[in-house]
């Protein structure tokens, strides 16, 4: 929690002379009521028209000050605040950049959503409140008893009871409710989660007739949320009438006490009033402090939850500079009997993957679906690391190269084609921000795209909207394709990348991949065979094992899960007895 100060160290002056001007307008207010109780006792009593006049403007004056004293203050706590939400957003949206796929597997999406948006919005209004009232509103409670001290000793006392009582109710009931709101705070994190499910796979769910469940399920939820947020809000409801009660009580006892020590001559009516007035600014008071602390709880609730957040120390850890003499290498990716698992599983998904590539090869990867086959080209760039066994890039461990330097070598296009809205241009430089005109429309020729730039209106210039909605999916297939070119890795990674593209498509891009100038090493995972047939070895994967690695011919020869893969999808081309057999099967 203290560690969120930090970020309020540029904004010092600010939440110093933010308080401390709320204290001079509370001040101001606690002069009020001995300005009123001397015009009723000297202007009033005395019939003394100068008097009133004077004690009349001396209030004007301070409500002038006040006024200002005010809107300095609220200036002041609103920078403040919104200075502090800035910087700690910004470094929570930094501290996620820096987290690995483990850490972000772990804590999820619709939890990181969350912290970032609704916990530091909660932050923010908390600071801000807290800055003009944390400190005014004790003030004025234990200034208001003070002067009324200072006017009568006796019915000052009725104060010194009713401010111990008022205080334990209003504390009693914080503490109670802080771990409250921690809880609804996570009820709403589930909720979200269920909301993020249902808008992006509102199609599945529309294709499937789930409507109607989904609709139940999140009713549910949304239930228990508000179940929650009623019991947090009975219980916060509580302090209003438990302080309103306290202070009727006391105002009654104060009222009789006063007209007592009138009817004895101890105090004269202006007194009373004055006294009246300061247990009417303890009630105000204690109103604000009440909402403040419910805002507060919730603040803090929330700081924890982002301080939570801030505390995940990233899994993998980078040297700050490559070594002075880099390896000498034909070999572009060594996997050295690589055994692989997901945090949150306990079994591996890849077992003793042992293979390698060498510079300028095409690599095929095949396998059957949850046989890893994304795992594998997922550890070439170091988005996880090895359970046991090492990858190696270019002859080095990836787990030596600084930070940005081996993905800067790697160009990927992942399963899912995403595209940020913007333009054309903008997207495809994504890969290599200086790239020209002329060495993006080769990179879309390549890419087989060239003709989807080519049929929009502005071409380059033309806007693709939040996520690629105005786009097929074979045209984000090749348009994020094309982004991954246009960054000329050494290696390139196309992660079933092509499964939207027709054959004759298919083949077109990697053909013109494979007459690419240089050594570009390129690794294909697919689940078609015509797609990894003429690479120049092929890893088949089953069950996170590797089942046979060779050229299409030696695995048709050797590798039966291969040959069962081919044979699906070629049937045709199985040969006769095998074809017999397998009539044989379906007739039994």
Request: proline share 3%; net charge negative.
């Amino acid at each position: 929690m203290r560690d969120l100060l930090a970020f309020l160290r540029d904004y010092r002056k600010e939440s110093i002379l933010a308080p401390l001007l709320k204290l001079a307008e509370s001040l101001m207010d606690l002069l009020v009521p001995l300005v009123v109780a001397a015009i009723i006792n000297q202007g009033i009593a005395e019939s003394d028209e100068g008097a009133i006049f004077r004690f009349f403007l001396l209030l004007i004056v301070l409500a002038i000050l006040g006024m200002a004293f005010s809107f300095s203050a609220q200036w002041m706590a609103a920078k403040a605040s919104v200075g502090f939400s800035t910087k700690l957003r910004q470094a929570l949206f930094d501290h996620i950049q820096s987290l690995s796929y483990r850490e972000l597997d772990t804590l999820g999406t619709d939890t990181l959503i969350t912290r970032m948006t609704s916990d530091i919005n909660q932050i923010q209004n908390g600071l801000n409140l807290g800055l003009r009232l944390l400190l005014r509103s004790p003030f004025i409670v234990f200034g208001a008893m003070i002067m009324a001290f200072t006017i009568d000793v006796p019915s000052a006392l009725i104060f010194a009871v009713a401010i111990p009582a008022l205080s334990l109710v209003v504390f009693g009931i914080m503490l109670l409710s802080i771990p409250l709101f921690a809880k609804v705070q996570g009820a709403l994190d589930r909720l979200l989660g269920m909301t993020r499910e249902n808008l992006t796979g509102v199609r599945v769910i529309r294709a499937f007739c789930k409507e109607q469940q989904e609709i139940e399920e999140f009713d549910r939820r949304n239930d228990l949320l508000t179940s929650m947020n009623e019991h947090v809000g009975r219980l916060s409801a509580l302090m209003n009438p438990a302080t309103y009660l306290i202070i009727n009580v006391a105002t009654i006892f104060l009222i009789n006490q006063g007209a007592l020590r009138v009817e004895l001559g101890a105090l004269r009516q202006g007194d009373v009033v004055a006294l009246y007035n300061y247990m009417a600014q303890i009630v105000v008071e204690l109103v604000k402090l009440a909402s403040l602390i419910i805002t507060l709880n919730k603040s803090l609730a929330c700081a924890r939850r982002v301080q939570e957040m801030l505390d995940v120390k990233p899994s993998m850890e980078y040297p700050t500079s490559l070594p002075a003499e880099l390896p000498q290498t034909d070999e572009a990716v060594r996997f050295d009997h690589v055994t692989f698992s997901y945090a949150s599983s306990g079994d591996a998904v890849l077992s003793d993957i042992d293979f390698l590539a060498q510079k300028g090869q095409t690599v095929g990867i095949i396998g059957g679906t949850g046989s890893g086959k994304t795992s594998v080209v997922n550890l070439i760039p170091r988005f996880y690391d090895t359970t046991t066994g090492t990858v190696t890039v270019d002859g080095m461990d990836v787990r030596n190269y600084p930070a940005g330097e081996l993905i800067s070598r790697i160009g990927i296009v992942p399963q899912k084609a995403v595209l940020f809205e913007g333009s054309i241009r903008d997207n495809l430089r994504w890969g290599n921000e200086d790239a020209s005109d002329d060495e993006l429309w080769a990179a879309l020729e390549t890419a087989q795209a060239a003709e989807v730039a080519r049929g929009k209106d502005g071409q380059l210039d033309a806007m693709i909207e939040q996520g690629g909605r105005n786009l097929s999916g074979g045209q984000r297939q090749r348009l994020t394709i094309a982004r991954a070119l246009v960054k000329r890795p050494e290696i390139l990674i196309l992660d079933d990348s092509a499964s939207a593209l027709d054959f004759a498509t298919d083949l077109a891009l990697r053909r013109a991949i494979a007459n690419l100038p240089g050594t570009m090493t390129v690794f294909i995972v697919s689940q078609r065979t015509s797609s990894v047939r003429e690479a120049d070895q092929i890893l088949v994967l089953d069950d996170g094992e590797l089942a046979g690695i060779g050229t299409h011919d030696e695995l048709m020869e050797k590798c039966p899960v291969y040959q069962e893969i081919y044979y699906s999808q070629f049937p045709d081309e199985r040969p006769s007895a095998a074809r017999g057999h397998a009539g044989e099967e379906v007739a039994r």
